[in-house]
């Protein structure tokens, strides 16, 4: 992999991740643009004890341009767009629009290809292991940065989730302080060690991989739809050796990564049979935080890696939507039972 940082024309940081080393990268953003203002401000919820970012900024941002307006493919004659070069393999750079930013974190985007019309499930395995080493090198880099407590690598995909381009494309978002989702299960963790001594992690992906609710199996990897599945459709991915975040990954579990996350995405293409259209889906990674845990008694090391990956869509034509007890009360209610989409996520393996 050969990485190239350039700037573009208001000054955002914009990297280039290319699998030929002897790539070279040179052209410069010919656009006129302003610097980027930004309102991103961070409150606290005193009842609840979490924060919200406050972004309104974000209102102009672009929503659904014609493809032959895309800011994210490449530039190409005076079609100028948010990547300088005319042609790219992975690029990552700082979003115009954050929804964090300055003392409040930081937001990028990545771009997994330039073809427009692509999906991540139709990269190749090389391709796939090129974004995995650019999710990895930008937590790396995030990772040092004195208003980042955590790095949350992401991809929303589909008009469904919200998505405003649809350029094949993820985000990562640097946060100034350890998540909601993430104090409920740092807790969690300490509880369980508490309780009996053992790591909360471990024990229930030993339970899971026993379970009929396993989905996929490597060398590596295990991928199993949860036992308490919020979602119509969820698999939960974990690397077998428990390891804290993506820099932690071995090169045996890296390589085997994108083999066994294309066939989970493949597969959740294939859930609503032949004609639907692409599935729509949150993929998140959860690492652990880089903040201080002392206050949770835990360490780094006691927290585990994994990838979620689930769709809103609960049959053909029909969504799941957070009503009243999901958005008033966080609890959640599922249609589906995760044995009957273990089951059909094996039904639709390739072949």
């Not at 005076?78 to 409040?104: Q, W």
């Not at 040092?144 to 985000?171: K, M, S, Y």
Request: hydrophobic share 40%; glycine share 6%.
């Amino acid at each position: 992999m050969k990485k190239t940082s350039t700037r573009l024309a208001d000054g955002r940081e914009l990297i280039y991740y290319d699998s030929r080393d002897d790539t070279v990268r040179t052209a410069a953003d010919r656009r006129p643009l302003a610097p980027v203002a930004t309102t991103s401000e961070i409150r606290e919820d005193p009842l609840l004890g979490d924060f919200v970012a406050i972004a309104s900024h974000r209102q102009g941002r672009t929503y659904h341009p014609p493809a032959d307006e895309c800011p994210l493919c490449p530039s190409a004659g005076d079609r100028l767009s948010e990547i300088p070069d005319t042609s790219y393999d992975v690029v990552v750079f700082e979003n115009r629009f954050p929804s964090l930013a300055g003392d409040s974190g930081r937001c990028e985007v990545v771009c997994f290809t330039s073809d427009h019309d692509a999906s991540f499930a139709g990269l190749t395995e090389e391709q796939a292991r090129l974004v995995l080493d650019a999710w990895t090198d930008r937590t790396a880099e995030l990772s040092h940065l004195d208003a980042v407590a955590q790095v949350f690598c992401f991809e929303n995909r589909g008009a469904e989730i919200g998505v405003t381009l649809g350029h094949p494309h993820g985000q990562i978002y640097a946060y100034p302080d350890i998540t909601p989702r993430t104090d409920l299960m740092l807790r969690n963790l300490a509880a369980h060690r508490e309780r009996t001594g053992r790591n909360l992690f471990d024990d229930v992906l030993a339970r899971e991989s026993r379970s009929d609710r396993v989905v996929l199996e490597a060398e590596h990897w295990v991928a199993y739809v949860p036992y308490a599945a919020h979602w119509p459709y969820e698999v939960h991915l974990h690397p077998r050796r428990r390891v804290p975040d993506l820099l932690a990954l071995d090169e045996a579990a890296r390589t085997e990564f994108a083999q066994v996350y294309l066939e989970l995405l493949r597969r959740f293409d294939r859930i609503f049979g032949p004609g639907e259209p692409p599935t729509p889906y949150i993929a998140a990674w959860h690492q652990a935080p880089f903040a201080d845990l002392g206050g949770y008694g835990v360490s780094r090391d006691a927290f585990a890696l994994h990838l979620e990956l689930f769709t809103i869509r609960r049959t053909s034509g029909k969504l799941k939507f957070l009503a009243g007890s999901e958005s008033g009360m966080n609890v959640f209610i599922n249609d589906v039972p995760p044995e009957t989409a273990a089951e059909r996520l094996r039904e639709v393996a390739s072949k």
